[in-house]
Structures are given as structure tokens and as C-alpha cells.
């Protein structure tokens, strides 16, 4: 089974900071997803993302497959950001199961 | 509105009483998982249907089961309920065609 670390596992900031988030994960895999999940608690996708990196906005996401890790950027924080931010990845091997995931990133955007 | 319709999406009731969650996948999806996110064990997977199959179990309960109708829409029954059913429970689906996951809004179910 894939063991997923994500650090930070809280982060508070300041409006306007660089915020990055770590994601590491033991077996090898095809594809990682970065989640987004607000306080209301419903999840987002933001990236599913196999090799280099994804823009989207003021978010960036890069994988390092040969290391086994990526990472979510947030350029120019706002308070808005203010979520949970969680790395999953899909079964090694490519099978049928479900998402793994980490135990999230809790982050707070101060104004 | 991401596509995927869970509900309801708050639901209270007693240890030991049985409740029926329902998600619609987006549609063209053939795949529904069930996840559970409780605040000790964070998100968890339970069970995934590919067009009306079963494909895939996860840490799912015995006392849990779920199905896939022919119309694609998933059921997750959960009975005996303990105060450590208490979570949030969402549904995500997707397809080959599409890459990635759409997940509903969840139910949040607190068992008193």
C-alpha cells in the first residue's frame, strides 16, 4: 500500500505570502492528485498532474516521479485560500482501488 | 454544482438504526467510489462500482455495503451504526474517457 506524507500539517500565513506544500509517497505511481476541501466540506480537484508541472491561476503544482514527490504552490495568498489542501495517489500498479490519501494540509491566509 | 449529486446531505440518527446514502454520479461516469472522512482516520476509501459491478473494496465495514443501480446511481447502506460512524461520507466518480475524480458535497452523518 502507498504511504502518502504531506507537510506542513498546518500552515498560517499572511496575505500575499508564497505558500508551498509538500507531498511524498512511497510506491511508484502513474498520476497524483491535489485536493482542495473548504470549510463547508466538500472537495475539490485542482490537479491531477504525471510529470513536471500545472498552472491554474495562482496555484502550481509540480511531481518529481523519481523522487516521489510534489508540491502545491500558491502564489500571492489570499484569504480565500484558507482551506484543506490534500495529496492522493491512485493504487501502484494501476488497479481498480480507490485514491490513497494524506492527512492534509490545514491553511490559513491572515489578511 | 460538480456533477455529482449526494444526498441528503445531513443526516442525524440513533445507534443501531440503518440509513441509505444515494449518489449520482456526473454523467457519462461508469465508476462510483465511496469514501469516508472521520476526524482520527481522515479520508478513507470504502468501495469502488464500475457499471453496476463491484471492482474494488477498501476498508469497509461488514456491517456496510453499497451497489450500483443499472441507471448508474449508488447506494451505501450502513447498519447497526455506532457513534464511530459519525463522518463525513462522499461519493466521486469517474470515467476512462475523462481523467480525474469529480466528488459530490458528502453527507455528513452524526449518530447520536
Known amino acids: 500500500k502507498n504511504e502518502v506524507e504531506q507537510s506542513p500539517q498546518n500552515l498560517t500565513a499572511q496575505e500575499g505570502e508564497f505558500i508551498t506544500i509538500n507531498c511524498s509517497y512511497s510506491?511508484?505511481?502513474?498520476?497524483l492528485h491535489w485536493l482542495q476541501q473548504h470549510p463547508g466540506g466538500g472537495i475539490v480537484s485542482l490537479f491531477m498532474?504525471?510529470?513536471g508541472k500545472k498552472k491554474h491561476g495562482r496555484l502550481i503544482a509540480t511531481i518529481n516521479i523519481q523522487e516521489k514527490h510534489s508540491s502545491l504552490h500558491i502564489t500571492a495568498s489570499h484569504p480565500r485560500d484558507s482551506a484543506v489542501y490534500i495529496c492522493?495517489?491512485?493504487?501502484?500498479?494501476?488497479?481498480?482501488?480507490?485514491?490513497?490519501f494524506g492527512k492534509g494540509t490545514h491553511l490559513i491566509i491572515q489578511p | 454544482d460538480s456533477g455529482v449529486t449526494q444526498t441528503p446531505k445531513h443526516l442525524i440518527t440513533a445507534t443501531g438504526q440503518r440509513v441509505t446514502l444515494r449518489c449520482s454520479p456526473r454523467?457519462?461516469?461508469?465508476?462510483v467510489y465511496w469514501y469516508q472522512q472521520s476526524l482520527d482516520q481522515g479520508l478513507q476509501f470504502l468501495i469502488q462500482?464500475?457499471?453496476?459491478?463491484?471492482?474494488a473494496k477498501g476498508n469497509i465495514l461488514e456491517r456496510f455495503s453499497a451497489q450500483q443501480f443499472p441507471d448508474l446511481h449508488s447506494e451505501l447502506n450502513l447498519s447497526s451504526l455506532e457513534l464511530g460512524d459519525s463522518a463525513l461520507y462522499f461519493c466521486?466518480?469517474?470515467?476512462?474517457?475523462?481523467?480525474?475524480?469529480?466528488f459530490g458535497s458528502g453527507t455528513r452523518l452524526t449518530v447520536v
Open positions: 498532474l504525471s510529470s
Open positions: 462500482y464500475y457499471n453496476g459491478e463491484e471492482r
Open positions: 466521486a466518480s469517474s470515467s476512462q474517457a475523462r481523467i480525474g475524480y469529480t
Open positions: 510506491v511508484g505511481i502513474s498520476a
Open positions: 492522493a495517489v491512485p493504487p501502484s500498479g494501476g488497479g481498480a482501488d480507490g485514491l490513497t
Open positions: 454523467s457519462g461516469d461508469l465508476s
